[in-house]
């Protein structure tokens, strides 16, 4: 047997040219890698050489060209397409024996050059996919030729068209949506990559793809860093199969994006809301009712906002959910599955509340194997003050429309005269967005950083004995959220909840700019 592998190896003939060899080895790995990373330009640079265009470190989308790809992306793909037909040529020869390492590089290659290919039919369609007859055609002209050789296994081609779907949905979300220069912004957008097809993209279309749901993730940051926007874009990248009899994905007909937030709930709502409840389990509890957790499809995500803000006894019940996948709707005791995939975010700092007691380590741990952080607006703006630009002009379009190139440089104007350089935005994102807004409609704004303890108004007002009860709470909540920096820091202070010193401080931002 020793022998007769010995002289198999030894008759296998090299089938690239040793100048092809660098070129479709690292676009064999660039297929496989983060496109968030560095890792991609370096490919780019060995499979191009030369005629690498150079684009800067990050990658990422531009809200004065948003659809515009890496230059080097078209200069690979016309090389696949003039080396791939002669080395097919040369696989169609009975004469020659390929190596196994050489046969991998070439159907790496393949399904880069067809992912290429068909990337704008799947950007294009929705529902009609009946382009896999193309495809398929496609692969079987490339394929056919190569040699029955147990050393390598041709993957499945309805497997790998569901692949190249995730593959562009992941990017669509990631790349469209989480917008920014900066390199804070680059690992998120890397980070997210990652925690829909782990740092292994090869383990992943091999075995993992169907097994990311086993995987909990959670999303910390300061509030108003788009924490949900992050679980939407995970969850909008989900491993979905493909029959090729139907021409159909096994899409879910209910939604699959199911958000709870739990500092807006009570705990018994909470409670039924995740797990369902039975009728007649409490007052109001007219008939069963499924909880989000049972109507979850496979392919679904359950997103837990504020995380940090759940009861320990409901802790104690998710704990279960994610050990085992089974839970129990209130006022029952059958057990029913979880079939999704769970998402949570916290603002809180859960060491914190891990030390004081008031969230269970134990559920921590089986949170944190995938874990993301999400940077603040600062952390941007101190590594990319240009940024800001690109980010008002996102929320200027999403707010006026087909009026936002008139309206912009208006908003950017008054920004950038009013609001100092070094501004912290403790509202991240959120309060930006508020910004523009006010600016938008009243030309503007008011942050808190701008009330002092001695020259506010408020202040006067306090003295002269003309302000009412519920004011001069929402101005001191305010005014200790100011200096304290976060509202759990400020709840501690105050002596109240975190929830109350929110909506005290969203009071006074209403009537302060009002």
């Not at 029955?148 to 569901?162: M, R």
């Not at 807006?264 to 909470?270: E, F, G, Y």
């Not at 803000?309 to 709707?329: A, H, N």
Request: proline share 7%; net charge neutral; hydrophobic share 40%.
């Amino acid at each position: 047997m020793y022998k007769q592998r010995t002289f198999i190896y030894n008759s296998c003939m090299e089938i690239l040219q040793p100048d092809e060899r660098p070129t479709l080895q690292a676009i064999a790995n660039l297929a496989y890698c983060n496109p968030f990373l560095a890792d991609r330009t370096n490919y780019e640079k060995q499979a191009l050489g030369p005629a690498y265009i150079s684009a800067g470190p990050v990658w990422s989308a531009s809200v004065t060209a948003p659809h515009a790809h890496s230059p080097n992306v078209v200069k690979m793909h016309q090389r696949l397409e003039t080396l791939l037909p002669q080395i097919r040529a040369r696989l169609a020869d009975p004469a020659l024996t390929p190596s196994p390492a050489d046969l991998t590089t070439y159907i790496d290659c393949v399904q880069y050059l067809l992912f290429q290919r068909y990337d704008l039919n799947f950007l294009q369609t929705t529902r009609d996919w009946s382009f896999y007859r193309q495809f398929e055609t496609d692969w079987r002209h490339f394929f056919n030729v190569i040699p029955n050789y147990p050393a390598v296994t041709l993957p499945d081609p309805a497997h790998v068209f569901a692949c190249f779907r995730q593959l562009r949905r992941a990017f669509q979300h990631i790349f469209d949506n989480i917008i920014g220069n900066s390199m804070p912004i680059a690992r998120l957008r890397a980070s997210a990559w990652q925690s829909v097809f782990t740092h292994d993209l090869r383990r992943y279309h091999r075995v993992l793809y169907s097994r990311m749901h086993d995987f909990p993730t959670l999303i910390t940051g300061p509030s108003g860093t788009g924490k949900e926007l992050i679980a939407r874009a995970i969850a909008g990248a989900r491993f979905v199969p493909f029959h090729p009899r139907t021409l159909q994905f096994e899409d879910p007909l209910t939604e699959t994006f199911l958000p709870i937030n739990l500092a807006a709930l009570s705990p018994a709502l909470i409670e039924s809301e995740l797990f369902g409840h039975k009728k007649g389990s409490f007052t109001g509890a007219l008939a069963d009712r499924k909880g989000w957790l049972e109507t979850c499809p496979p392919t679904g995500c359950v997103f837990l906002d504020e995380l940090g803000e759940m009861d320990l006894s409901i802790q104690v019940k998710l704990l279960r959910v994610i050990e085992t996948r089974k839970f129990s709707m209130v006022g029952d005791t059958a057990p029913r599955e979880f079939p999704g995939k769970l998402i949570a975010a916290t603002n809180r700092d859960l060491s914190e509340a891990i030390r004081t007691g008031r969230f269970r380590e134990d559920l921590y741990y089986r949170l944190c194997a995938d874990l993301i952080r999400t940077p603040s607006l600062r952390d941007q703006l101190d590594d990319s003050p240009a940024v800001l630009d690109d980010l008002i002009l996102f929320m200027v379009r999403r707010t006026v429309g087909d009026d936002a190139e008139r309206c912009f440089p208006e908003v950017q104007a008054w920004i950038a005269e009013n609001i100092p350089q070094d501004y912290a935005w403790p509202g991240n994102y959120r309060e930006l967005e508020q910004c523009v807004r006010n600016v938008i409609i009243r030309r503007s704004y008011r942050p808190l950083t701008h009330t002092s303890d001695t020259a506010d108004p408020m202040s006067e007002r306090i003295a002269a004995g003309q302000i009412s009860v519920d004011e001069l709470v929402s101005w001191y909540a305010a005014l200790v959220y100011r200096k304290a920096g976060t509202y759990e820091e400020a709840s501690k202070i105050l002596g109240i909840d975190r929830r109350t010193v929110k909506a005290k401080v969203e009071a006074f931002l209403e009537r302060s700019t009002g």
